[in-house]
């Protein structure tokens, strides 16, 4: 048992504050990645055993108060679970960072790379996860991408952050994306609000489960399709297969949505990572992430049907 971080300490004094008793042996989680993949960055994992039951728990790191409300990730963990898609909560104390979740087993449960979900049929059992989230219980809250994203402009320029040297070009092209995203009628239901690949988790017989709800919250469905999209493939007849997969055909409305969609995301995770490597004292490649997400961002500003997606987003609101 790792007893001797700041981490693990406040991970037990929430399990005594609870009320838990019993032998508890404390086991780290993955390590933290930003680059290649973002995973485990924002909390540290244990996997947790109290006499002969076994639990996972996340703690989250100090750093990244600014930017994620432990209350809101716990309540709207506690709605995907009662929606079937994804493992029980046991515990949420807000003021330690502290959330506990029934265990996936680790010896027969791994969290997913994109290759594991762009195999065959997988997809199609992405897309049946992620709609029992849209139809499960909603949590008491919005979330809304635009929010987060004027919040991290705010953290950039207050900690004055490094940016790139056109940063204020695709700033004006994020709000235009943003205005014609906004001007659209949504259907507010309960999202997952992050489609990187490591929060998805695969189990016995290829069995899905999701986790990690930090953005999660109700919003448009379409920004799951998105980001899972903009995630898992980088070519356009794949897009559009993935929107097909998802609607029964593809639209020309619902493509330039979901690139939109997933523009605003990637600026979002740029600035988040400058942010965070700007920021944080811990040995993680947050600059490499967002320069990663910065090329997708140039690439999408770049593409001559920019503007056209603009046009049809603002043409069907009118």
């Not at 929606?83 to 680790?106: I, M, T």
């Not at 969290?111 to 897309?127: F, H, K, N, P, Y």
């Not at 097909?244 to 990572?273: F, K, P, Q």
């Not at 503007?307 to 069907?316: D, K, V």
Request: aromatic share 10%; with cysteine.
């Amino acid at each position: 048992m790792d007893s001797h971080t700041a981490e693990s300490t406040r991970l037990l004094d929430a399990l005594r504050a609870k009320g838990f008793s019993g032998v508890v042996t404390l086991d780290a989680g993955t390590a933290g990645i930003a680059s290649p993949m973002r995973l485990a960055t924002e909390w540290a994992g244990f996997s947790v055993t109290i006499d002969d039951r076994e639990y996972y728990a996340k703690v989250l790191h100090e750093d990244m108060r600014p930017v994620i409300d432990v209350a809101q990730t716990g309540q709207a963990s506690q709605c995907a679970a009662g929606a079937g898609a994804a493992p029980g909560v046991k515990l949420v104390d807000v003021e330690r960072g502290v959330v506990l979740f029934d265990a996936l087993p680790v010896s027969s449960w791994h969290w997913a790379r994109v290759d594991d979900l762009t195999a065959s049929g997988r997809l199609q059992a992405l897309w049946t996860l992620k709609r029992k989230v849209h139809q499960g219980p909603a949590p008491e809250f919005a979330r809304s991408p635009f929010i987060d994203l004027r919040r991290v402009r705010e953290l950039c320029r207050s900690d004055r952050a490094s940016m790139p040297a056109d940063a204020t070009w695709i700033d004006d092209c994020i709000d235009l994306a943003c205005a014609a995203l906004q001007a659209m009628p949504i259907e507010s239901v309960p999202i997952h609000g992050d489609g990187v690949a490591s929060n998805v988790m695969i189990g016995p017989d290829g069995q899905l489960c999701l986790v990690d709800f930090d953005h999660a919250g109700c919003f448009d469905p379409w920004y799951d399709v998105a980001t899972t999209l903009n995630e898992l493939f980088q070519f356009e007849d794949e897009w559009r297969a993935g929107i097909a997969a998802w609607a029964g055909r593809c639209e020309e409305l619902d493509y330039a949505r979901c690139r939109l969609y997933a523009l605003v995301d990637d600026w979002l995770w740029t600035l988040s990572s400058i942010w965070s490597g700007a920021t944080s004292s811990r040995p993680l490649e947050f600059t490499k992430l967002g320069q990663w997400t910065l090329l997708r961002c140039r690439q999408s500003v770049q593409d001559a049907r920019f503007e056209g997606w603009l046009r049809q987003l603002h043409g069907a609101a009118s």
